[in-house]
Structures are given as C-alpha cells and as structure tokens.
C-alpha cells in the first residue's frame, strides 16, 4: 500500500513525514493552480526526501492553457516518468503530448454519487412524512419506499464499464482516483488498472461557481477559502457537508476506509488531512522479499 498526501502549500511540505509520494496541486480550483517556482521546490523536495512526485490538476480553461503547460514541460525534462492527476478530458490531451508524463484520471471524471444523506433513501430509513411549500403553502408528502436494488446504482461508477476501461489503457490511463462511500463501492477493474483513494474528506461536488469569492464582494479571488471552511448540518446529520471554495466534501471514517481497502485494486492512500496521516501508524513487512505497508490507528 502507497501512502500520499495532497496538498498545494509549501509551508506544509516540512510536516510531513511517513509517505512514499507527494502529491502537489489541487483537484477543483484553476485559482489555486500552482506556479512554475512552487513546482520547482515541492519536486526537489520530494526528491530530496526520496519520494514519488505527482502533479494535480483541477479542470482548465482556455486562460489557464499556457500556464500548466509551463509545469508540464518543466516536469517532462525529468529523466523518471511523473504522474498527472487530470480532472478534464482536455488537459489529458495535453499531458498526452509529453513521453514522460503519466496520466491519471481524477475523482472529478469519475462520475459517482457520493452524497452520504442518499444513504437513507435506498435503505428506506428516511422521515416518512415531510412538508414542502408550494405556492407559499405547505402540503404534506409521504415519501416513497424504493427498491433495495437502488444500492447497486450508488456503488456502481462508469469507470466499471469494460469499454471505458480499454480506452483508458489504450491512452496509456492506467491509475484512477477513487472517493470512499458509506455503503462501499462495488469496483469491477481491468487487471492492468490501479486505485487510489482519498481520505477522509470525500468530494460529493465542485463547480466554477465560488462562493466564497462573493463574500467581500470582489470578482477577485482572495483565496478565502484557504483560510476557512463553513461546516453544515454539525449537529443535525451523520456526515455533515463541509464546504471549501468552489467544492462540498463530507468527512469519511476510519470504518469506511477499511471496508474499501478490502478491495485488491486499491494500492494507494491519499490522505487530504495532515492530522489523519500523523494519527495513523505505518507499520512495514515483508512479503516475498518486497517491503510492504499497511495501516493501523
């Protein structure tokens, strides 16, 4: 088992310790793309520390085209393969176009419902009566039960299908990122496919639209987001929503991961909470002569 961390803040890079790669950028804002110096020492650092470099992207506009290309020719001049973790189909063909670049597919281009609360729907746990208004009245609803059957829908990600899998081989895709559900992904994969997943905060959703952008009422990005986080439904739901920039996570549990690393195919961890990788222990032994890891808290 890999174990990585994401993160696009130099200052962090000196706490970290007990990793095999860093992961550097971020997956959801083109604000927060990281510059050509950023790429240069978060890469010696890494390498200095012996450790895997991956680079993170989020999707890209027209206007942000020429800067990622800057890091992508920076890190293709590098003897070793880098992996790219790339969240639209354009900027994969942009990696394409460098030999010693990796694609690999983000958990934005995976295409599954996360949203924890739809949990109560399929299990038929949800209020049985609600009110809404309509028309400024309030009418009283009686929510349907759903088949059982709905859980195969929620566990299940594009990803699964045969035919995506051979077009991601034969583009040389052979490493997906993957997010942790409650109810535990059910992941068909192509032997010549790899895993990662993230923990503990799962992205239900992003879009371009930022509100934290809107609350000094500037249409330039301060970056807000970096300094604070707004947390929904604390008190009142199981996983509450927890709301950074332009994206909406819930926080996952240690019960979570364990059940979805029963499956072969993930090989990589991805941690997005420094103090989640410091609480667990990093226990190293051997098999076949090869020195491997696994996790304990």
């Known amino acids: ?46 390498k200095n520390k012996k450790i895997k470099f991956v680079l993170v992207l989020p999707f890209i506009t027209n206007t942000n085209v020429n800067i990622v290309n800057k890091l992508l020719v920076f890190l293709n001049s590098k003897k070793e393969k880098t992996e790219i973790v790339f ?32 949990q109560e729907i399929f299990e038929n746990t949800q209020p049985k009566m609600k009110v809404i208004i309509e028309n400024g009245n309030k009418i009283l609803v009686q929510t349907k039960q759903v088949p059982k059957t709905l859980i195969n829908y929620f566990q299940q990600t594009y990803l699964n299908v045969p035919e995506v899998q051979n077009f ?3 583009n040389n895709i052979t490493r997906y990122e993957t997010d942790l559900v409650p109810w535990k992904n059910k992941l068909t994969v192509n032997k010549k496919i790899n895993l990662s997943v993230y ?19 500037n249409s330039k990005c301060n970056k807000i987001c970096q300094k604070q986080q707004i947390i929904v439904g604390n008190k009142s739901f199981k996983y509450p929503y927890y709301i950074i920039g332009n994206a909406i996570f819930y926080k996952a549990t240690t019960d979570i991961l364990k059940k979805e690393l029963k499956c072969a195919k993930i090989n990589r961890i991805v941690f997005n909470d420094i103090k989640e990788l410091k609480n667990f222990k990093i226990v190293k032994f051997k098999v076949k002569d090869k020195i491997k890891k696994h996790l304990y808290k």
Do not use: H
């Not at 993160?7 to 000196?14: A, C, F, G, H, S």
């Not at 007990?18 to 650092?45: A, V």
């Not at 503990?200 to 639209?209: E, F, H």
């Open 1 to 46: 088992m890999e174990i990585a961390f994401i993160t696009n803040n130099i200052k962090e890079l000196k706490k970290l310790k007990n990793m095999d790669i860093l992961y550097f950028g971020n997956e959801f804002c083109q604000n927060k793309i990281p510059t050509l110096k950023q790429i240069e020492y978060s890469y010696s650092f890494a």
């Open 87 to 118: 969240n639209d189909w354009g900027t994969f063909t942009l990696i394409s176009q460098y030999k010693n670049l990796k694609p690999v597919l983000g958990r934005l281009l995976n295409k599954q419902r996360k949203d924890p609360i739809v």
């Open 168 to 170: 991601m081989i034969r």
């Open 199 to 217: 923990y503990p905060y799962v992205n239900i959703s992003a879009t371009r639209y930022c509100g934290a952008i809107n609350l000094d009422y």
